[in-house]
């Protein structure tokens, strides 16, 4: 099993939707990103978390460190927003070492 | 935040011959760590480069296959020795935010080298 599981692997929207990814892990974390890689490989760190929720735009992320579960949201979906979003854990006892899970694609159509 | 840059952004090379790679960031970081991204895959840790001491490897890459240097705070070069098909990836290396917060800090990464090799 891996330790940072992600769902949906695969994600199409139609334009305006309301989008959920989630990401689940087994260890103990000190902080979890949120990152985006567009097709051509570059990656955005779009939040670090280590409680709570943070806002930035139309993207939300929330962490429930109890339950060990992250969920990044994207209000009012466009098709610029087509990427692959990743989840990555920094893990607690290595201080910066992160660990990534294996992405979600998400289309989102006009 | 940081600017990461990389050279070249694409190769594709012949099986048997080396590549460097290069990273440079816009400011001074401790740490920058080297990422491989195959196919498909999510991201696997190379190796963390600190400045003025021998990178640490993860399980599964060497030294021989990945030497890396760091001359400054600034740079980072990843060779990719002795080429195969099976190293075709996007290569990323990547700093740490110098403000960490009580969770750790926002990591930046660099725009990526895509090598296939023939």
């Known amino acids: 099993k891996n330790e940072v599981e992600q769902s949906p692997q695969n994600l199409t929207a139609q334009e305006g939707e309301f989008i959920t990814i989630n990401c689940s892990y087994s260890v103990g974390i000190s902080a979890l990103h949120w990152l985006q890689q567009h097709p051509g490989g570059g990656i955005v760190s779009l939040f670090m978390?280590?409680?709570g929720k943070k806002k930035h735009g139309r993207l939300i992320a929330t962490i429930n460190i109890q339950e060990k579960h992250s969920s990044l949201h994207i209000t009012a979906s466009h098709p610029r927003d087509s990427a692959v979003y990743i989840c990555?854990?920094?893990?607690?006892?290595?201080?910066?070492?992160?660990?990534f899970g294996a992405g979600t694609i998400l289309r989102v159509k006009s | 935040s940081a600017v990461i840059s990389q050279k070249p952004s694409r190769d594709i090379c012949q099986r048997g011959t080396s590549l460097t790679i290069q990273c440079q960031v816009d400011s001074q970081v401790t740490m920058m760590f080297w990422y491989r991204q195959q196919p498909g895959q999510s991201l696997t840790l190379i190796a963390t480069?600190?400045?003025?001491?021998?990178?640490?490897?993860e399980s599964g890459f060497v030294i021989d296959k990945f030497p890396i240097s760091r001359p400054n705070l600034t740079f980072s070069t990843l060779t990719v020795s002795n080429m195969s098909p099976e190293d075709s990836s996007i290569y990323l290396c990547?700093?740490?935010?110098?403000?960490?917060?009580?969770?750790?800090?926002?990591?930046?990464f660099g725009p990526g080298t895509r090598l296939t090799v023939l």
């Open positions: 978390l280590s409680s």
């Open positions: 480069a600190n400045q003025g001491s021998e990178a640490t490897y």
């Open positions: 990555a854990v920094v893990l607690r006892e290595y201080g910066n070492k992160l660990v």
């Open positions: 990547s700093v740490e935010d110098s403000y960490r917060t009580s969770g750790g800090a926002r990591q930046f």
